[in-house]
């Protein structure tokens, strides 16, 4: 043993060597070995695009010396300093989700990619994620078939693959995600037949059902009916057809039913008129026939009214003045007859009514003058005749006004 007394110069230098391994020991250690969850996260960012790593520089060994891997772009941690979300929107990643091994990762609850650029298919370790409750890969290039495995992933409650080239039809394990209250498949090419998928998730406990956009065949069933809680329902622009089953009266927290696009016949049925909560009813451009049910007036919420682009036919129905939080009436392009309704006037929250296109008679009631937030007014193209009511001068928020190819009398201020 070496005497302190004798050497004092050695004991410094111990005590030097000492403190410099003791430093280079430090910094090796966070560096060399960061947890298993960094390093999963740094291998797939060394698989990216180089512009794809800049985007993502705060990901570096360095910075989980100070703060962690917390504080780096799109994690979230829990208390015990685990990754439990990557949110990212709008950043161009460009690349897949391949590589990143998902069995490192076991904590996270989220993970949400919205138009980052990502493109191949969804790895099948995701299905490991026993926490994941929100998954979003919104507004990608993602392809291939809805993935069966994600049916294990019975913690979901919210899932998100709109804006894809997802292909398919949807498999029987998403009968298995028993806490789903969010689906959006918009805009894929997602198929097969609407029915069965409506049975398939007929006792999850969905709000929202999101399929626009997609080549989805078949009918509404009636079991509709039984998703009491569904808020927002959006079927359009698919290959539907048959005609609107009655039972949809029963969805009574609907907010959102959009059916535009399809080829939906027969006529509307007068239940629409329990649907209490609906504020938004697009039917249009479908081959909807028969006349507007009167029950339509007992929707006093509904504020979008699209029926246009169909058969309609007969009356339009003079109570229909009761919706009174109408902004938007747009009837153009039926069959209606007989006299524009005056209790129209009444819904003075209206800023646009089309009713060109159908083959309405009699002359423009007075009552419209009330509209005083009336911006566009489309009255062409029917068999309207007598003079323009001195009242429409009332119209000062009016920006188009189509009254074309009627039989108005020439009137001396608007001109026929
Ligand atoms: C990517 O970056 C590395 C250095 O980080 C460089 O050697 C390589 O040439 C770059 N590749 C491209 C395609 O720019
Ligand atoms: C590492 O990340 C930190 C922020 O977390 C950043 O300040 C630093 O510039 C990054 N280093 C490199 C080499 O990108
Ligand atoms: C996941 O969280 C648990 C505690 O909730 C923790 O014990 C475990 O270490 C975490 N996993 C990882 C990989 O950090
Ligand atoms: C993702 O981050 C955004 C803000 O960038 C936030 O508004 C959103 O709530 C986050 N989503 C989740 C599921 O944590
Ligand atoms: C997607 O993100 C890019 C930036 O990466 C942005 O320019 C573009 O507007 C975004 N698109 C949408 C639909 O949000
Ligand atoms: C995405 O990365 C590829 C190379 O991997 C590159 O050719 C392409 O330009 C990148 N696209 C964008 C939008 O950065
Ligand atoms: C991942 O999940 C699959 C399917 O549930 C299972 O077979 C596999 O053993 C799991 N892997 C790990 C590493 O937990
Ligand atoms: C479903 O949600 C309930 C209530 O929030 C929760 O107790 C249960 O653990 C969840 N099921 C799964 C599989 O996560
Ligand atoms: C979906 O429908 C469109 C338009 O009808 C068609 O061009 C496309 O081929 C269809 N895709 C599939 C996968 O059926
Ligand atoms: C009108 O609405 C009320 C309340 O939403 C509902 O109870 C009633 O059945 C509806 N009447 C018709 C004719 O639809
Ligand atoms: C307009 O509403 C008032 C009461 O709000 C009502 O008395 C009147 O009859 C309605 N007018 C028409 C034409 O329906
Ligand atoms: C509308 O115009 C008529 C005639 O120009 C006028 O008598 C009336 O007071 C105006 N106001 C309303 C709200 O109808």
């Not at 309609?312 to 009174?324: A, C, T």
């Not at 009514?353 to 007014?377: F, V």
Request: charged residues 10%.
């Amino acid at each position: 043993m070496i005497s302190s007394y004798k050497f004092p110069h050695l004991l410094s230098m111990a005590i030097l060597l000492f403190v410099v391994a003791v430093h280079l020991h430090s910094s090796a250690a966070v560096a060399a070995v960061p947890s298993t969850e960094a390093n999963a996260l740094l291998e797939w960012k060394s698989q990216l695009p180089n512009q794809s790593r800049a985007l993502l520089s705060s990901w570096n060994e360095s910075s989980t010396t100070s703060t962690g891997l917390c504080s780096w772009k799109g994690l979230t941690c829990d208390a015990s300093r685990s990754v439990t979300g990557l949110n990212f929107s709008h950043v161009a990643i460009n690349g897949t989700l391949q590589g990143l091994n998902f069995l490192s990762l076991p904590n996270l609850t989220t993970i949400v990619f919205i138009n980052c650029s990502l493109s191949g298919g969804i790895p099948s370790t995701i299905s490991n994620l026993s926490k994941l409750t929100t998954f979003d890969l919104g507004i990608n290039d993602f392809s291939g078939g809805f993935p069966v495995f994600l049916g294990y992933i019975t913690s979901l409650q919210y899932l998100s693959l709109s804006d894809n080239y997802f292909t398919g039809t949807i498999p029987g394990s998403i009968a298995t995600l028993t806490n789903l209250t969010y689906l959006n498949l918009d805009a894929n090419e997602f198929s097969g037949d609407l029915s069965s998928l409506i049975r398939l998730i007929g006792s999850l406990p969905l709000q929202n059902l999101l399929l626009t956009n997609n080549n989805f065949t078949g009918s509404i069933p009636s079991s509709i009916g039984d998703h009491t809680k569904l808020t927002l329902l959006h079927l359009s622009n698919n290959m539907l057809s048959g005609s609107i089953p009655s039972e949809i009266g029963n969805m009574s927290s609907l907010g959102v039913l959009l059916l535009q696009q399809n080829q939906f016949h027969g006529p509307i049925p007068s239940e629409i008129g329990k649907m209490g909560s609906l504020w938004q009813l697009d039917l249009s451009q479908n081959y909807l026939n028969g006349s507007i049910p009167s029950a339509v007036s007992n929707l006093t919420g509904l504020s979008f009214l699209y029926l246009y682009g169909n058969q309609l036919s007969g009356l339009i129905p003079p109570d229909v003045g009761n919706m009174q939080s109408l902004y938007t009436f747009q009837l153009l392009s039926n069959e209606f007859t007989g006299p524009i309704p005056p209790s129209i006037g009444n819904m003075t929250r209206l800023e646009s009514l089309y009713l060109r296109t159908n083959q309405l008679s009699g002359s423009i009631p007075k009552e419209l003058g009330k509209l005083a937030k009336l911006k566009e007014l489309a009255l062409a193209e029917n068999q309207l005749d007598g003079s323009l009511p001195i009242e429409l001068n009332n119209l000062t928020s009016l920006t188009s006004l189509q009254i074309s190819n009627n039989s108005f009398t020439v009137d001396p201020y608007l001109g026929a």
